[in-house]
């Protein structure tokens, strides 16, 4: 803030802020922007009882900071994207898993995508196979295998419009010998409702799929952290994690975490 001692008003009118009042009342009730003495509106507005923080031209990545002594951005908020961050971590972050404590359990075949149980469910009573291709399957159909416990255990309910930021792995083997394996994330539209053949899933999109990653069985566990390649997931939308074996040297446990934030 420049000094104003020894200046005259003209010279320096314009560096002073005021709210926008034709009358000499002051702050009162009424939410009024602040200008600047040449009446440049600021993307401040003040009342009484409420200050706004909103952007005169454009909007921005950093509309608001807070910041410590040393310059440290402690909360900001972004208008472009619609943010708030907390020490640069997006303040609706969350986390959901996904993991089975054998996947022994599934009598898994080579080659082929199974679901992994949401939640941490540890088992599930029987295998939900999604195809064998490069990437799971696309649809299923529950009427076709009469599986609604199954496929109930497997599926994360998306109430909300999410972005996924980051999906991590975890995996071990319970033999000396291992297999190359794999995982993905999927959304699907899924059939919401009580009737037969409610649950089936359509659409299906990959929304994060892991690299090839080789096991040596019980003696390492592997880790893998994968980013998302089409990270919107819309509300109503369920969500699936799978995972994948080139062979059947080990069973794996797999434990799969999901960073995830409102949108």
Same mark, same amino acid.
């Given at each position: 803030?420049?000094?104003?001692?020894?200046?005259?008003?003209?010279?320096?009118?314009?560096?002073?802020?005021?709210?926008?009042?034709?009358?000499?009342?002051?702050?009162?009730?009424?939410?009024?922007?602040?200008?600047?003495?040449?009446?440049?509106? +600021?993307?401040?507005?003040?009342?009484?009882?409420?200050?706004?923080? @909103?952007? @005169?031209?454009?909007?921005?990545?950093?509309?608001?900071?807070?910041?410590? @002594?040393?310059?440290?951005?402690? %909360?900001?908020?972004?208008?472009?994207?619609?943010?708030? @961050?907390?020490?640069?971590?997006?303040?609706?972050?969350?986390?959901?898993?996904?993991?089975?404590?054998?996947?022994?359990?599934?009598?898994?075949?080579?080659?082929?995508?199974?679901?992994?149980?949401?939640?941490?469910?540890?088992?599930?009573?029987?295998?939900?196979?999604?195809?064998?291709?490069?990437?799971?399957?696309?649809?299923?159909?529950?009427?076709?295998?009469?599986?609604?416990?199954?496929?109930?255990?497997?599926?994360?309910?998306?109430?909300?419009?999410?972005?996924?930021?980051?999906?991590?792995?975890?995996? /071990?083997?319970?033999?000396?010998?291992?297999?190359?394996?794999?995982?993905?994330? %999927?959304?699907?539209?899924?059939?919401?409702?009580? /009737?037969?053949?409610?649950?089936?899933?359509?659409?299906?999109?990959?929304?994060?799929?892991?690299?090839?990653?080789?096991?040596?069985?019980?003696?390492?566990?592997?880790?893998?952290?994968?980013?998302?390649?089409?990270?919107?997931?819309?509300?109503?939308?369920?969500?699936?994690?799978?995972?994948?074996?080139?062979? +059947?040297?080990?069973?794996?446990?797999?434990?799969? +975490?999901?960073?995830?934030?409102?949108?």
């Amino acid at each position: 803030m420049p000094t104003f001692t020894g200046k005259t008003f003209a010279s320096f009118y314009k560096n002073i802020l005021g709210i926008n009042q034709t009358s000499n009342t002051g702050v009162d009730s009424t939410i009024r922007a602040v200008h600047d003495g040449a009446g440049n509106e +600021t993307a401040i507005a003040l009342s009484d009882d409420n200050l706004v923080v @909103k952007p @005169k031209a454009h909007n921005t990545a950093a509309t608001l900071w807070v910041q410590d @002594k040393d310059g440290d951005t402690i %909360l900001s908020v972004d208008t472009t994207n619609k943010t708030v @961050k907390a020490n640069n971590i997006n303040i609706s972050t969350n986390y959901a898993y996904f993991g089975i404590t054998q996947s022994g359990a599934l009598s898994a075949v080579a080659g082929t995508h199974y679901a992994v149980p949401f939640g941490n469910n540890s088992i599930l009573p029987a295998a939900v196979a999604m195809g064998t291709g490069a990437n799971p399957s696309t649809s299923y159909d529950i009427s076709a295998n009469n599986n609604g416990d199954d496929m109930a255990a497997a599926l994360w309910y998306i109430p909300d419009d999410i972005t996924v930021d980051q999906v991590y792995l975890m995996a /071990g083997g319970d033999a000396a010998s291992g297999d190359t394996i794999n995982i993905h994330l %999927l959304s699907f539209d899924f059939d919401a409702g009580a /009737g037969a053949g409610k649950g089936d899933l359509s659409n299906g999109a990959v929304v994060a799929g892991g690299a090839d990653i080789a096991s040596l069985g019980y003696e390492n566990v592997i880790y893998q952290s994968t980013s998302p390649s089409s990270a919107d997931v819309d509300a109503g939308k369920v969500c699936m994690a799978t995972f994948e074996s080139n062979g +059947t040297n080990s069973n794996y446990a797999i434990n799969i +975490t999901v960073k995830y934030h409102l949108r």
